[in-house]
């Protein structure tokens, strides 16, 4: 009977869906990692079954998506699989990982030529960014000069602010507000680069655990009901001890006494 | 039966309206009334100028700049489908998906052109896409895809940005790298002012002669004069060196910073890192940097060089090897061990 509920949960996490999404990819990967790490040989015969199939076709679709930081997953993902699977899975694993390498390199050395690229103006490219999260967004302003300018639009920094925290925090708008700066500010208050990193939310309305689009449950019944207020994010350790049924506190092996700022330079050096 | 008659007549003398647009290089092309009305920037155009405009080629209504003729057709297909009414939220949407499909370089001009005709969905669906592109990846990656330039200093890439799946090992290390590179660029900023003063005690005839290398009774009688030229000529180099390097290594380093997922101080460090050896290692120097402070830097830097090794090993990464960095004879740190390709 339990061991149908594990099953159960790992079917309602949805693991295999976001492998096929181009930024859920490396989240799901290294949700799979930590669940092989912290409870595989406990699994039921079918659930391990489930996983390693979601393996394969994470490996499968690794060439589709190549970026690095699902490469880096995916990487993680196999040494996962090297400790604890059983020889023949990980034997067929490991072929389905440099196959998908191959993939890679071949896709790789397939450049087009120089394209002359139309230069975007400004207000799309502000427009763009208004649907990008966080990360993304300051990788966008690293990009290239223009694109850097694009990125300082307060608009784009206020509705973030407004996203992540104008449910916990309470701010006075004068007129000449930093946006970017506030936002900059509450994000290393609450230490907001550790809960985004799993990808995953707590939904009340729906009671499951989802991977959430901006803060917000997918399901559009949730949304609607939820209005502003965003999904409780939760932790990878978390989201295994759900599907195992733990309640451990053992938290991820990274300290963050010293690395409270996330997405940002800590600032000692001034 | 002359009523059948008219009512069959009646449709076929209907004459559908047409509207006329020109685009930026001239090409003219006559568009159903309906669907370029979609357009709010043509709808806009017709109603302010009265009903003559684009009734016919000589005043055809020109549109902006950013649309072309291809991307005036795309955008046409677009209006035909969505201005008929009839279509239910469903069906529209699984066009909208189909449509949305094309190139990079496609979607960048097809959001431009929707932008200056003012047609606001589709401007939508194509930013979009183009967000969707973005989303997840390094910006040496949106770089390459985007067919855009490198154009930021290292200063202006303000605050590194660490990927969210980053390392916390990687994290430590940037912050390092930080304070290293601030600590190197005050360095740099005090050697900088001896350079300059130096230099201009020199003359061309010294210079050449030494670029020659003739007399050896010039080099044996003046054999300590050309110790102080080697030492001058060297820290003259030093900061061509450092602008090469940056050059050379920015490609190879790249990789490895886009292997790490995005960790974009790392170029800019091993460039501190090559400008550090090729001043410390340099016997000759004298240049008010006490032996100890030397010291202490060399120890970092190697204990730098071996975390980086260390940490790219325990983290994730078959394919990320180690990275030796070794001080071979003339002073300047190399790397060993070239990226997996």
């Known amino acids: ?49 489930f996983i390693f199939r979601d393996c394969l076709s994470a490996f499968r679709l690794l060439p589709d998506i190549n970026t690095s930081a699902a490469v880096s997953a995916a990487n993680l993902l196999v040494k996962s699989i ?62 290239s000069r223009s ?82 207020k965003p999904l409780d994010l939760m932790l990878t350790h978390q989201v295994v001890n759900y599907l195992l ?26 | 039966m002359s009523e059948a008659d008219m009512a069959i007549i009646k449709p076929e003398m209907m004459m559908k309206s047409y509207i006329w647009l020109e685009t930026a290089d001239g090409s003219i092309q ?30 055809a209504i020109s549109l902006p700049q950013r649309v072309n003729p291809a991307m005036l057709s795309l955008i046409l297909d677009y209006c035909r489908f969505h201005q008929v009414p009839g279509r239910s939220n469903k069906e529209r949407k699984v066009h909208d998906e189909k449509f949305i499909r094309m190139d990079t370089k496609r979607l960048c001009e097809l959001a431009s052109a929707a932008d200056s005709l003012q047609l606001k969905p589709l401007v939508d669906l194509s930013s979009r896409a183009l967000a969707r592109i973005i989303e997840g990846k390094t910006p040496e990656e949106i770089r390459e895809i985007f067919h855009l330039p490198d154009d930021l200093t290292e200063e202006e890439k303000l605050e590194p940005l660490k990927n969210l799946m980053d390392d ?24 900088g002012k001896e350079v300059e003063e130096r230099v201009d005690e020199r003359s061309v005839d010294d210079l050449l002669s030494f670029i020659n290398g003739k007399d050896h009774k010039v080099v044996k009688t003046s054999k300590s004069k050309k110790k102080n030229k080697k030492r001058k000529e060297h820290k003259n180099k030093v900061s061509h060196n450092l602008h090469s390097k940056q050059q050379g290594t920015q490609s190879v380093v790249d990789e490895t910073a886009s292997s790490l997922g995005g960790v974009s101080n790392l170029p800019s460090i091993e460039d501190d890192i090559f400008s550090l050896k090729t001043d410390s290692e340099d016997g000759y120097m004298d240049d008010g940097m006490d032996p100890a402070l030397r010291e202490m830097l060399d120890r970092e830097v190697e204990d730098f060089a071996r975390r980086l090794n260390s940490s790219w090993v325990l983290s994730s990464g078959q394919e990320r090897q180690p990275v030796h960095f070794s001080i071979n004879g003339n002073g300047a740190t190399r790397r060993l061990t070239a990226i997996d390709d």
């Open chain 1, 1 to 49: 009977m339990i061991q149908e509920k594990y099953t159960g949960r790992y079917q309602n996490l949805k693991v295999a869906e976001a492998l096929s999404n181009n930024h859920l990819y490396p989240f799901a990967c290294n949700e799979l990692s930590s669940i092989i790490d912290l409870g595989y040989s406990r699994f039921p015969k079918d659930l391990k079954a």
């Open chain 1, 82 to 143: 090297e400790s604890a699977f059983p020889k023949q899975k990980k034997n067929v694993a490991v072929v389905e990982f440099k196959q998908a390498k191959v993939a890679l390199k071949r896709r790789s050395k397939s450049h087009d030529e120089l394209i002359d690229m139309p230069s975007l103006p400004q207000d799309i490219l502000v427009h763009i960014f208004s649907f990008l999260d966080v990360s993304s967004l300051l990788s966008s302003s690293q990009v």
């Open chain 1, 147 to 228: 694109w850097n300018q694009a990125t300082c639009e307060g608009s784009l920094w206020r509705s973030l602010f407004d996203l992540h925290f104008s449910h916990k925090v309470l701010i006075h708008i004068h007129s000449g507000i930093d946006w970017r700066e506030a936002f900059k500010n509450e994000y290393i208050l609450y230490n907001s680069s550790k809960m985004l990193r799993s990808g995953r939310g707590y939904c009340s309305f729906c009671d499951s655990v989802v991977w959430h689009e901006s803060l917000r449950c997918p399901k559009k019944q949730c949304r609607l009901k939820s209005g502003k």
């Open chain 1, 245 to 270: 049924g733990t309640t451990s506190s053992s938290d991820e092996s990274d300290s963050e006494d010293e690395a409270v700022c996330g997405l940002w330079a800590y600032p000692t050096l001034q």
């Open chain 2, 30 to 59: 006559q568009v159903e009334q309906e669907v370029a009305m979609y357009c709010p920037m043509i709808c806009h155009e017709v109603l302010q100028k009265g009903l003559g405009a684009g009734s016919s080629k000589n005043c």
């Open chain 2, 168 to 191: 916390p090992r990687i994290r430590l290390l940037n912050r390092l790298y930080a304070k290293k590179r601030k600590e190197l660029k005050e360095r740099e900023k005090l050697k």
